[in-house]
T-cell receptor, first 111, second 111 residues
Framework: DQQVKQNSPSLSVQEGRISILNCDYT??????FLWYKKYPAEGPTFLIS?????DKNEDGRFTVFLNKSAKHLSLHIVPSQPGDSAVYFC??????????FGKGTRLHILP | DADVTQTPRNRITKTGKRIMLECSQT?????MYWYRQDPGLGLQLIYY???????NKGEISDGYSVSRQAQAKFSLSLESAIPNQTALYFC??????????FGPGTRLTVL
């Protein structure tokens, strides 16, 4: 059973517009959530996180929103830039401190 | 210099061969992980280690073994490689129940 779900395999957004990447989870015991970004031929890199006691965390162009009642979080990138084209993974650590990853969403920023 | 390194970066081998993938880190982290990435499947945890004497199976450990030779080194072995083990393999480290830092990945092809 997938505990962290990213239901959109890919997303295309015009440069300068807002990119919204979505993630759903099933385990209400998750304490915090992370977003990773991955370029081809590179390992994933940490992007931003949010604690379960917050509903928003902002870092520059990146904002993560958490809706605990809906078990849903989203990553907003605004304005989107060409360098944002990558695969984005939503993740959460389970009770054994293993990080559970979603399947990823490939973001294409269009010129 | 990269904090998490993986060798080799690319490897092509034949069915039945024994393969070892190596991971080294200079971050001083106790926790190390091996993941596999297949297209559309995100990152799947193979094995993880919380310190030198600790080895734990992940979601997909069958067909794999690991060795934690030192705090800085964690190697993954395929005793008898098979074609469906063709994938990208990532090593990661973590200081605790926190962000993980990934290596650049090893692309393994089993013919």
């Amino acid at each position: 059973d997938q505990q962290v779900k990213q239901n959109s395999p890919s997303l295309s957004v015009q440069e300068g517009r807002i990119s919204i990447l979505n993630c759903d989870y099933t385990n209400s015991m998750f304490d915090y959530f992370l977003w990773y970004k991955k370029y081809p031929a590179e390992g994933p890199t940490f992007l931003i996180s949010i604690s379960s006691i917050k509903d928003k965390n902002e870092d520059g162009r990146f904002t993560v929103f958490l809706n605990k009642s809906a078990k849903h979080l989203s990553l907003h990138i605004v304005p989107s830039q060409p360098g944002d084209s990558a695969v984005y993974f939503c993740a959460a650590p389970d009770r054994d401190d293993k990080i559970i990853f979603g399947k990823g969403t490939r973001l294409h920023i269009l010129p | 210099d990269a904090d998490v390194t993986q060798t080799p970066r690319n490897r092509i081998t034949k069915t039945g061969k024994r393969i070892m993938l190596e991971c080294s880190q200079t971050k001083g982290h106790d926790r190390m992980y091996w993941y596999r990435q297949d297209p559309g499947l995100g990152l799947q945890l193979i094995y993880y280690s919380f310190d030198v004497k600790d080895i734990n199976k992940g979601e997909i450990s069958d067909g794999y073994s690991v060795s934690r030779q030192a705090q800085a080194k964690f190697s993954l072995s395929l005793e008898s490689a098979i074609p469906n083990q063709t994938a990208l393999y990532f090593c990661a480290t973590s200081p605790g129940e926190d962000t993980q830092y990934f290596g650049p990945g090893t692309r393994l092809t089993v013919l």
